[in-house]
């Protein structure tokens, strides 16, 4: 067996996919070159990204999947989960292989597992798009930080985009180092850098914040604290809506 490493990227996976059906290889693993550690006696090929060959594997798939069934193909992709590009290569090679539309076919392990994923993804981005807080800087951006079991920033940036048009606002991933800004008129991917002393959960850690942002905040807890009624408390219920790890991203929950 053979490990194909690619960069990373989805672009670098249909890469991968192309050079397979190109060179009809059956006996080829897909990897991270990011991830992979490598056997003592792996024999390991790194493919570079062509997009050309990308985009010509993403126009098949396109003719045989609808935008739904396409966008749980990504989601498998942001899952991020270790060898989760096995079930992706088999899912893909069940559709090129098919003349029917095979995307109801759950008798087929690579379809049912795709469909799994894409519902745990997009539960996940749900999750992201309701419990995302924003605290205003003092350069007038709306910044929020996350961490995402699964990378759905890609997933959530035309939601944000759609609801805030008209402020400038970034949202981090703490996990995995990158964010999505927006400047008004785009949403781009950026990477930033903290002070080691930074607590980023906490405005009065730094001189960052708007100074009206502490009075927000206050405004919220009251908020969140006279509308709850306590003979109606129910934790059980409140966990399996609002998950205890996103707590510390949530105004109200802090403290």
Request: charged letters at 25%; glycine letters at 4%.
């Amino acid at each position: 067996m053979t490990t194909w490493l690619y960069d990373g990227s989805f672009d670098g996976f249909l890469s991968a996919v192309f050079d397979l059906y190109w060179q009809k290889r059956t006996d080829v693993m897909i990897r991270k070159e990011q991830d992979h550690v490598r056997g003592l006696f792996e024999n390991v090929i790194f493919t570079p990204t062509v997009v050309a060959n990308a985009d010509r594997v993403w126009a098949g798939l396109s003719k045989k999947l609808s935008a739904e069934n396409l966008q749980q193909l990504f989601c498998c992709y942001l899952s991020e989960l270790p060898g989760e590009e096995d079930n992706m290569v088999g899912f893909i090679r069940h559709v090129f292989a098919s003349k029917q539309d095979v995307t109801g076919d759950f008798g087929n392990k690579y379809v049912l597992h795709v469909s799994q994923m894409a519902r745990k993804v997009l539960k996940e981005k749900h999750r992201m798009e309701a419990f995302v807080r924003f605290q205003l800087t003092r350069d007038n951006i709306y910044y929020s930080l996350v961490s995402p079991e699964y990378n759905v920033l890609p997933l959530i940036a035309r939601h944000f985009k759609d609801r805030y048009a008209d402020q400038y606002w970034l949202i981090y991933d703490e996990r995995r180092r990158f964010g999505i800004y927006y400047n008004l008129q785009q949403v781009e991917t950026i990477r930033l850098h903290f002070n080691g002393e930074y607590d980023p959960y906490y405005h009065s850690t730094s001189n960052v914040w708007a100074p009206e942002e502490e009075l927000y905040q206050r405004l919220w807890h009251t908020y969140f604290k006279e509308v709850n009624i306590p003979g109606r408390k129910n934790p059980r219920l409140q966990l399996q809506h609002m998950p205890r790890r996103y707590w510390k991203y949530l105004t109200e929950m802090r403290g």
